[in-house]
């Protein structure tokens, strides 16, 4: 079955330290990525998009990805985290096959200790 | 403002009566969707709006759930009948729809059935 996971569903890093969340999906191609973030009370935003070319992208806020076909993944990074940082991330995709409903993981939740 | 508006923002309402959440998208944009965020549930699929086309309707859960869009730019979410499984925040997002996943959000409509 198609599906999209992120195994992690609470993360808690030091104000300053690095961050990988990850995501993983299962689908018969490579789907369109996304990751999205939603700070408390707040709207989702998107950070970054991956169609195809190079693998690793940048995003706003600070933030990259990086898609690795062999693995099926496609997890976020931030070589140093802000206070600000702590929200809620969502890993999404879109069927290359046609269509434009995007599909979101389950979420990881990010805390942020100061 | 420029971005996705929402109203109400909060919404309490006792169980068995009818809701109305309404989305004004962002001007121009021809894609506009429908989630329901939940605990347990994450963020899900609910419908679909794209130009003149048949709405995408497969992520509505019942048939006491309905959605338009008129004129091709506000959309209201119609529940009937609400249930108590029906507490959520009612998300709405829009896009130009020649971007896959790319989608602007506003920041939701919170519905609480007693």
């Known amino acids: 079955a198609q599906s999209v996971t992120q195994p992690d569903i609470h993360i808690t890093v030091s104000e300053g330290a690095s961050l990988e969340l990850r995501c993983n999906y299962s689908?018969?191609?490579?789907?369109?990525l996304f990751w999205y973030v939603q700070s408390p009370g707040q709207g989702l935003q998107l950070l970054l998009k991956?169609?195809?070319?190079?693998?690793l992208v940048q995003g706003i806020k600070g933030f990259e990805a990086e898609f690795k076909r062999s693995q099926s993944s496609f997890n976020l990074r931030k070589p140093s985290v802000h206070w600000s940082d702590a929200a809620e991330y969502f890993c999404?995709?879109?069927?290359?096959?046609?269509?434009?409903?995007?599909?979101f993981g389950t979420g990881t939740q990010l805390k942020v200790e100061l | 403002g420029a971005g996705v508006s929402q109203s109400p923002s909060n919404k309490v309402t006792e169980k068995g009566k009818d809701v109305e959440l309404r989305c004004d998208p962002i001007?121009?944009?021809?894609?506009l969707y429908w989630y329901r965020q939940s605990l347990g549930q994450g963020l899900e699929f609910l419908i679909y709006?794209?130009?003149?086309?048949?709405?995408?309707k497969s992520g509505l859960p019942s048939d006491r759930f309905s959605a338009e869009r008129t004129g091709g730019s506000v959309s209201t979410l119609t529940i009937q009948r609400t249930q108590q499984e029906d507490s959520a925040v009612y998300l709405c997002?829009?896009?130009?729809?020649?971007?896959?996943?790319?989608?602007?959000f506003g920041e939701g409509s919170r519905l609480t059935v007693l």
């Open positions: 997002a829009s896009s130009l729809g020649t971007h896959p996943g790319e989608l602007f």
């Open positions: 689908y018969g191609a490579t789907p369109y």
């Open positions: 991956y169609f195809s070319g190079d693998t």
């Open positions: 999404a995709v879109v069927p290359t096959g046609g269509g434009n409903k995007l599909t």
């Open positions: 001007s121009g944009h021809t894609a």
């Open positions: 709006f794209q130009g003149n086309s048949a709405p995408d």
